[in-house]
């Protein structure tokens, strides 16, 4: 079994940070990538940043100069520093993994069960 772990989510004024951590645990052979989407009230859930692992990073036009994904190996622990946060920015924040089990195992889709951020005054 696979579990992802996220902290870090809370209540922000407008302009102010927050580092979101997520934590992959459990039978993991190998990840490939982790990263985190969000889901704002109504709206789709949609890609924030992903991060290989070589550390080749993808970012949503919307967050670029503002998120930053980090992650750290060793630990299977994906990182994000958010940065001059504004209120579209609210949403429920998931962290997600693609990894493989076990060798004979197809790279698969794993997720967390999501960590709220607000930015509001």
């Known amino acids: 079994q696979v579990q992802l772990v996220e902290s870090g989510g809370g209540l922000v004024q407008p302009g102010g940070s927050l580092r979101l951590s997520c934590a992959a645990s459990g039978s993991i052979f190998s990840i490939y990538a982790m990263g985190w989407y969000r889901q704002a009230p109504g709206k789709q859930r949609e890609l924030a940043a992903t991060i290989t692992s070589s550390g080749s990073r993808n970012y949503a036009d919307s967050v670029k100069g503002r998120f930053t994904i980090s992650r750290d190996n060793a630990k299977n622990t994906v990182y994000l520093q958010m940065n001059s946060l504004k209120p579209e920015d609210t949403a429920v924040y998931y962290c997600?993994?693609?990894?493989?089990?076990?060798?004979?195992?197809?790279?698969?889709?794993?997720w967390g069960q999501g960590t709220q951020v607000t930015v509001s005054s």
């Open positions: 997600n993994s693609v990894l493989r089990r076990h060798l004979g195992e197809a790279p698969t889709n794993y």
